[in-house]
């Protein structure tokens, strides 16, 4: 079977992307979930790609653009990716560093990954 139109190609991509995550293929991953975004703007399914910009950030260590695309996804109109939104900002807002005190937080994030399944 064939994808047949731009949101079915973004729904293959938004799964290959999650594979290529696992894998431990960042850098590739986040280039597929930008394409989503860029193609089907204001679109449920590039909120969804954009939390997983976010979830692909966060598994990678780099919490701070992590934090700054879920800041904006807080306010999604998908309630589903706001609360995920919600959930991850807040879990690296309570676990980041204080003054160079080591929190664990990179530690979580792979503990995290090798069971990121969804």
Known sequence: ????????KARIKLKLGDVLVFTGKFNTALIYFSQIQTQLKNHELAQEARFKV???SYFKG???WAKAQLKILKSATTQLIANDAVALYLK???NE???S???G???????E????SK
Not at 113 to 116: A, T
């Open 101 to 103: 005190i080591p929190s």
């Open 54 to 56: 976010a979830q692909t």
């Open 105 to 111: 937080l990179k530690q979580l994030a792979k503990a």
């Open 1 to 8: 079977m064939y994808a047949n139109s731009k949101f079915d």
């Open 113 to 116: 990954l090798s069971s990121f």
């Open 62 to 64: 780099d919490f701070d």
């Open 97 to 99: 560093p204080v003054d």
């Open 92 to 94: 690296i807002s309570d």
